[in-house]
């Protein structure tokens, strides 16, 4: 059983490289199971819903959460089982230290975060955001701000609005500026990029994924409410800002 990460690394990777066996050998899996996601992402099903089958445990994992939270992580799964026991659980303490490990890992998860040097390489980052721009005859304008990694080569367009045709133009224009097509493009989680979230993985909106596919490009977004993930794109648009867009415009809606 693959977990949601390990489907959406399938799926960049059939994205990438549009070939089940490609893609198989990049994500270290059988062919088929690549087939088998891609084919469930384009009848409209979401590769990575499961029907939940339910536990007997399942109504003791608030307990279990509880106590894992209160020791720290330090409990032991006997502990847990034994509290469990006395409430009404008739399950084996194999089941019980199976659940206790999977809440241990969310906790540890939750609570240590390692930051790690993000070392770039040549023609793999791109990132883009948007700042907003000034007012023209009373109607707001956005700043398209792409930033290419390596290089910090940056683009900066004015558009009237961020649809999915906009996006489109823009980063077309970007790679046209740029000579080249990166690895990687990361952007924010708008809905013209992701539709939803499961288990903290975003599910992609079908019309980005085929313009990543078109230009053979994966698109990535980040982790919401996480700025450490997309510094640069964001310091573009400071730069933006404060460079390209007058002071006057942004108060008084005209730039003279």
Not at 11 to 22: I, P
Not at 99 to 116: H, I, L, P, S, T
Not at 233 to 247: G, M, W
Request: net charge positive; glycine share 8%.
């Amino acid at each position: 059983m693959k977990t949601s990460r390990e489907i959406m690394e399938i799926l960049e990777a059939y994205d990438l490289t549009g070939s089940y066996r490609a893609a198989a050998e990049l994500a270290g899996c059988d062919h088929h199971t690549v087939a088998r996601y891609v084919q469930l992402r384009e009848a409209g099903q979401s590769p990575v819903a499961r029907e939940h089958r339910a536990r007997p445990i399942d109504e003791y994992l608030e307990k279990i959460e509880e106590l894992v939270v209160r020791s720290g992580g330090r409990v032991r799964a006997d502990v847990v089982h034994r509290r469990i026991t006395a409430m009404g659980f008739t399950g084996g303490e194999r089941t019980t230290r199976r659940a206790v490990a999977e809440v241990k890992q969310r906790f540890q998860a939750g609570q240590r975060r390692v930051f790690r040097p993000w070392i770039t390489e040549p023609g793999l980052w791109l990132q883009w955001d948007w700042g907003e721009g000034p007012r023209i005859r009373g109607r707001r304008t956005s700043l398209w701000c792409a930033w290419l990694a390596w290089s910090r080569f940056r683009v900066v367009i004015p558009v009237w609005d961020k649809t999915m045709p906009t996006i489109v133009s823009c980063l077309d224009t970007t790679l046209r500026r740029l000579g080249g097509v990166p690895t990687y493009a990361l952007t924010d989680n708008e809905k013209t990029v992701s539709i939803d979230h499961v288990a903290r993985i975003a599910v992609r909106n079908p019309e980005i994924v085929e313009v990543g596919r078109h230009y053979g490009m994966t698109i990535r977004t980040c982790v919401p409410a996480d700025p450490q993930t997309k510094g640069g794109s964001e310091a573009t648009v400071r730069i933006a800002k404060a460079d390209l867009v007058c002071s006057a415009a942004l108060k008084m809606s005209t730039c003279g």
